[in-house]
């Protein structure tokens, strides 16, 4: 089968491997289409010293299934799935076991199921858990924001706002049910959340984007007691500038990234059944489709994030 493997930073080549024979818990399925996460554009754009090249990456999975092992229960032959791998996606076919597949209900596009970024966005609004009447904010409102703000519509609270420096994703973020928008690069984003809470802060502010003026500024808007939720990756030097602020101000600090497989895969079905249910909604959210051959485009749009870009998704033809 052919996959795209990463030899070095801006060097996918297409080759043919082979992926061996399933056992008899797991499913073969063909990929249909495999999300590019924000998570691997550093290891293309440059090579990460503790990282081993070629590397088989990919891990937003969905397609159908091919291929059933003699003891799988509860997928057939022709089902349509999401799939959370720990890489190896970026091909025509992956191997996974069912507690890491999950349906895809009809009239869903398989480049919407993306059953990982979903699990992710599914657990940091869990792990935050805000009460009803919170003033949330969002730094960041990207692909994730953009999953997050409408998982917390669906929590009733009180306000949400949405905070970025693209105009186009804070009106994409409106019309997903943010109250209120901010583009900092524009606006006074700390007299407008002074205003907006009496003077104290949100209640829980989200760090989505991963760089350090995201960071940087959701401890700024965040009041006292509050909860400063880091959801962003951040695989770069980036510091907390004043600890002693922090500190002060008893920030209660949860760290929205998630490692423990069987929360990931929590994440994956509460998530994946919002999905389903109709209660997240992907279709304005993948811009851009690409196919395998096209794979190292669908990296560099997610690098550059042009025009309307919100999500780069590899397509197998
Ligand atoms: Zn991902």
Redesign the pocket.
Known sequence: MKAAILYAPHDFRIENVSNGEIDEEECLIRVHAC?V????IHQWDQKIIDLNYPRHIG??VSGEIIKTGKKVKGFNKGDRVAVWTDGKGYAEEVKARTERIFPIAEGIAYEQA?A??IA?STNAVLRANPSLADTVALVGTGFMGLIILQELRLLGLKKIIAIDIRDEMLKLARALGADITINPQKEDTLAIIKDLTNNKGVDVAFEVGGVQPTLDLTAEICRMEGKLVIFGYHPGPRQIKDLGYWNWMAFNIINAHFRDIAVILNGARVGMELLNAGKIKMERLITNIYPLEKIEEAFKAAKDKPEGFVKSVVVME
């Open positions: 999300g996460c924000h998570s691997e891990h937003e993306m990982e970024p992710c």
